[in-house]
């Protein structure tokens, strides 16, 4: 079946540091989502990426979505403490009405000050 | 806040019982998908209702089972918990029938354990 991978699974970085996450599927993918989980909390919806090759940003985030729709980036600029949390991205596969998101198992992030 | 409420908050189970967790999904959205997260891992997609029918489902066994009321609330029902059961269970509303492309609000979970 399909799956959604994401490297690393973990990352620790000093406060003001850049942090990229990766993520890549078996699959094509319709669309690409990105959540982000605090400690303890649900996960929260960042951005949908929908066109090939799309870079959208949100203040010192930056996404990226793959030519060939398959594979993802997220980019943090400057970590913050504010950053800390389980970044995930999902996928939505191509041509299946009715099913829902594929997650990858998340990359952790951790900032030190 | 997403407006995505669950319930219980917390739940303790013995291995053999049956749980109910149930879902009201935000206002407006008309899909209602659950997913079970465990520790360390991504969420894993259940199933998911549309209209009051399942309109998908995930790897997981018949006694995972769903329902969807009139106003697009839910329940999950598991059957025979096991331990491996034990998780964050997530319920997520859309708007649209293929929320494979629709922004997902989750609720904030409810934290089942089989003992």
């Known amino acids: 079946g399909q799956q959604v991978m994401q490297i690393p699974q973990y990352q620790h970085v000093q406060e003001g540091e850049d942090f990229t996450t990766y993520c890549n599927s078996s699959?094509?993918?319709?669309?690409i989502q990105w959540y982000k989980q605090r400690p303890g909390g649900h996960p929260v919806f960042l951005i949908q990426?929908?066109?090939?090759?799309e870079v959208k940003k949100q203040k010192r985030l930056t996404f990226q979505f793959g030519e060939a729709k398959k594979n993802s980036s997220l980019h943090i600029t400057a970590t913050q403490t504010t950053d800390v949390g389980t970044y995930f991205c999902?996928?939505?596969?191509?041509?299946?009405?009715?099913?829902?998101?594929?997650f990858g198992k998340g990359t952790t992030l951790s900032v030190s000050s | 806040e997403t407006g995505v409420t669950q319930s219980p908050t917390h739940l303790i189970k013995t291995r053999g019982q049956q749980v109910t967790l149930r879902c009201s999904s935000q206002?407006?959205?008309?899909?209602v998908s659950w997913y079970q997260q465990a520790l360390g891992q991504g969420p894993q997609f259940i199933f998911q209702?549309?209209?009051?029918?399942?309109?998908g489902r995930g790897n997981f066994p018949p006694r995972f089972s769903g329902l969807q009321f009139p106003n697009y609330s839910s329940e999950l029902n598991v059957n025979a918990l096991e331990l491996d059961d034990s998780a964050l269970y997530l319920c997520?509303?859309?708007?649209?029938?293929?929320?494979?492309?629709?922004?997902?609000?989750f609720g904030p979970g409810t934290r089942l354990t089989v003992l």
């Open positions: 997520a509303s859309s708007l649209k029938l293929r929320a494979s492309t629709d922004t997902q609000y």
């Open positions: 699959t094509t993918l319709s669309n």
């Open positions: 990426l929908v066109k090939s090759g």
């Open positions: 999902a996928g939505g596969a191509s041509g299946q009405a009715g099913t829902a998101l594929i």
């Open positions: 206002s407006g959205h008309n899909t």
């Open positions: 209702y549309y209209r009051e029918e399942e309109n």
